[in-house]
């Protein structure tokens, strides 16, 4: 008679139920794993059997009979050492060594040669398939506990050992469930957003880019400052909300990079991939489908910087995940879809020596090569970016160095920073409330169908918007986004309505001085 035992398998960053059944029967000796298993599974047998004895039992080999492992549903692809727990148990159970009820378990877990648990990737997302399917307990490596009891909806047991999870089962020595810490852990980010000097449009771009979550092209000269505004931009981001950070934990357990010691992290993630790094590795992908660097940086900041240096297919690749939020990645082994909601931020030289424009130095460049540099970045990819400002270099003035002003200027900063992020956490909770029920965390969040119902605005700014659309031959793209930029200038302000002054910033963002004059 087989047995039957629950665990679960990793498709993108979801999780799905796998039956791990377990037949004995007499004959040669044999240990066979069916069920599309791939190399790191089959090998399971050395480790499992290594793992029974050392632990205390009769492994596979000491008895002369043919056993077969199935994991089912026998279409999905296996991979990895977590079925090692769930097939060292079916065996212990089949064989007689230990009894006990396998209804209401999920068990995970690698095993080493000692019989000690290791560390498993996307612990998290079984968990969330053990509650969501009703399962009353989980069985997870100790270091992963904490991990799989953030989403606090099902008891979460902890283990050391193979010997233990036997000791808990036969309720030899029960183990306590793993309570859940919901603690705000927030990473300290070294650059500070108000100690950086001038730059008063490019800050306040970036308080508004902050407050709604919109995308932000930033170009000027080299050493104006364009690395450091994007990096300090993470000092006045809200700490995630706790679905938020659910999401962004999930993405991080499935990739292998979560903190066993802090699994749920409130700080939004900041990823700045280098410009030689793959179309795979920023959008996802693999021979089975893994997260790339847009989804590590779902709720938080993807930070292009040199933006032009990008291969091309790589740039382009970011269009579709930046209008819809996710990323859909199909391959033979199967197809994925990966969420992808994060800030864009790019930034970039206006011609290859970078002085094209500056009043004080001298472009070298022909005007082929500053074509050419800047055809890079498509125009589709910069439709898609709300923010779009230049940053030129500041310059150098003398300050005083008494100890004294330098202090009261600290307390200065300190004051304006915490109002900064007030005002921001403010905006962010008016948006919260807007998008009710709608699964809608920020203004640039919101689809093209409900953008005019939900930024409710005065019919002057709206013509004014439309008007300048026109002239301008822009994007209906264009009049969407700018709506949304202007609705998150309105909740900064704390009003109700978009009035013409918050089109107006909002067309700032996207506008040269020129063009905005002309405006009038």
């Known amino acids: ?54 632990s205390g039992f009769l492994p596979p080999k000491s008895k002369t009979k043919k056993v077969t492992v199935n994991l089912a549903p026998a279409d999905i692809k296996k991979e990895g050492p977590a079925y090692d727990l769930p097939i060292a148990l079916g065996y212990l159970f ?80 029960v183990i306590s469930p793993t309570t859940s810490d919901h ?23 970036l308080i508004v880019a902050a407050a709604g979550a919109h995308n932000v092209f930033m170009s000027g000269p080299p050493g104006a400052g364009k690395t450091i505004l994007a990096k300090a931009l993470t000092d006045i981001l809200p700490p995630l909300s706790f679905g938020e950070a659910i999401e962004v934990t999930k993405i991080y357990s499935a990739s292998g990079l979560i903190d066993s010691l802090a699994p749920l992290s409130f700080s939004r993630p900041f990823r700045n991939p280098h410009h030689t790094t793959s179309a795979v590795a920023i959008v996802g992908g693999g021979k089975l489908p893994k997260p790339g660097e847009i989804s590590l940086a779902h709720r938080g900041v993807l930070f292009l910087d040199e933006l032009p240096e990008f291969p091309r297919n790589v740039l382009e690749a970011l269009r579709q995940p930046l209008e819809d939020g996710l990323v859909t990645v199909s391959r033979v082994a199967g197809s994925v879809k990966l969420p992808a909601k994060f800030m864009l931020v790019g930034a970039m030289n206006p011609c290859p020596c970078g002085n094209y424009g500056s009043q004080t130095a001298e472009c070298i460049c022909m005007p082929f090569s500053i074509l050419k540099y800047r055809k890079k970045v498509s125009g589709p990819l910069l439709d898609r970016i709300d923010i779009q400002i230049n940053v030129p270099r500041e310059t150098i003035t003398a300050e005083a160095r008494n ?43 919101m689809s093209y169908k409900n953008v005019e119902k939900l930024c409710l605005a005065e019919k002057s700014a709206v013509n004014m918007l439309k008007n300048t659309i026109n002239k301008r031959g822009l994007s209906l793209r264009t009049y969407h986004r700018t709506l949304k930029v202007a609705r998150t200038c309105a909740d900064l302000e704390g009003a109700e309505t978009v009035k013409e002054s918050h089109v107006l910033e909002a067309l700032g963002f996207r506008m040269n001085e020129k063009m905005l004059t002309e405006l009038g």
Request: aromatic share 4%; no cysteine; net charge neutral.
């Open 403 to 445: 100890e004294t002003e330098e202090e009261k200027k600290e307390r200065e900063k300190t004051k304006e920073i915490m109002k900064i992020k007030g005002k921001i956490a403010k905006a962010r909770e008016v948006q919260l409330a807007r998008f009710k029920d709608m699964d809608i965390f920020s203004n640039s969040e």
């Open 94 to 173: 089949e064989t007689g060594q230990i009894k006990f009820d396998s209804v209401g378990r999920l068990i995970t877990g690698e095993l080493s040669l000692d019989g000690r648990l290791k560390p498993t990737s996307g612990i998290l997302a079984m968990a969330i398939l053990a509650a969501n399917l009703g399962f009353e307990e989980i069985i997870v490596p100790q270091v992963n506990s904490k991990e799989a009891a953030s989403i606090g909806k099902i008891r979460v047991i902890g283990a050391d050992s193979l010997a233990n999870v036997v000791n808990h089962l036969n309720r030899t020595t």
């Open 183 to 205: 603690s705000l852990k927030i990473d300290l980010y070294p650059e500070s957003f108000i100690s950086i000097k001038g730059q008063e449009l490019a800050k306040r771009a």
């Open 1 to 54: 008679m087989s047995v039957s035992i629950f665990s679960a398998a990793l498709s993108g960053i979801d999780a799905k139920i796998i039956e791990v059944e377990v037949d004995s029967s007499p004959g040669i000796h044999s240990f066979n794993i069916v069920g599309l298993a791939d190399k790191a599974v089959q090998e399971s047998k050395e480790r499992i059997g290594s793992a029974i004895k050392n």
